[in-house]
């Protein structure tokens, strides 16, 4: 298997604009997370799926951020519109069940600046 | 609710000493407990982990982790580091029997190997 996959590795764009950032799990896993790391918060959960649907979501930080998972091998999370501290490293992990005694397996993340 | 605690920030050994990182959790009972490693620019991956009985846990890249339920701990060693092992480790906590499925992380330990 390919692992977790994520796209794209690296994204500059500007204050206001739409942010994209995609991932792909491995097949099989039922669960699927989404992390923040940034040097001043360290590692970040922002939402958190199980076969599909969205179990938590408190650590998204505002509105402007959403998250998707329309089928078990693809999830988006947008943050529109963006701004400066919305610049980090955005992590998609996948787990094969949502119960916490299961390994994640993390992406190699996408690397987000926000002019 | 579950937290993790590295007290280090950043350690410096020389290659080839022995190594010890320190982790602390809190956690009403007995928890999973987690050992990742982050190299520059990648995403994170599992060293080692530990669910139940023996508590020397060992993983991959010549680490282990004992289990030390008196002091809430569950330090990460190694007996002889190699420049290859610089890099960020992070501790991490899952809560048993949780349908939840996160799990919570420190801040990590920054690991630097002099020559």
């Known amino acids: 298997d390919a692992g977790v996959i994520q796209s794209p590795r690296h994204e500059v764009t500007e204050m206001g604009q739409e942010v994209t950032l995609r991932c792909k799990p491995i097949s099989g896993h039922n669960s699927l997370f989404w992390y923040r790391q940034t040097m001043m918060r360290g590692l970040e959960l922002l939402i958190y799926?199980?076969?599909?649907?969205?179990?938590?979501d408190s650590g998204m930080p505002e509105d402007r951020f959403s998250a998707k998972m329309p089928n078990a091998s693809f999830s988006t999370l947008k943050i529109q519109p963006s701004e400066p501290r919305d610049s980090a490293v955005y992590f998609c992990?996948?787990?094969?069940?949502?119960?916490?005694?299961?390994?994640?397996?993390f992406g190699p993340g996408t690397r987000l600046t926000v002019l | 609710a579950q937290s993790v605690t590295q007290p280090d920030i950043h350690i410096t050994v020389s290659e080839g000493a022995s190594l010890e990182l320190r982790c602390n959790y809190s956690?009403?009972?007995?928890?999973?407990l987690f050992w990742y490693v982050q190299s520059p620019g990648q995403g994170l991956q599992l060293l080692l982990k530990y669910f139940s009985g023996d508590t020397l846990v060992q993983g991959i890249k010549g680490f282990e982790a004992e289990f030390k339920r008196s002091q809430s701990s569950f330090n990460l060693r190694k007996p002889s580091v190699h420049w290859s092992d610089a890099a960020e480790y992070f501790c991490?906590?899952?809560?048993?029997?949780?349908?939840?499925?996160?799990?919570?992380f420190g801040r990590g330990t920054q690991l630097t190997v002099w020559p």
């Open positions: 799926f199980n076969n599909n649907v969205p179990i938590d």
């Open positions: 991490a906590v899952g809560a048993r029997g949780s349908t939840l499925g996160r799990l919570y």
């Open positions: 956690y009403g009972a007995t928890p999973y």
């Open positions: 992990a996948s787990s094969p069940f949502i119960f916490s005694d299961n390994e994640q397996f």
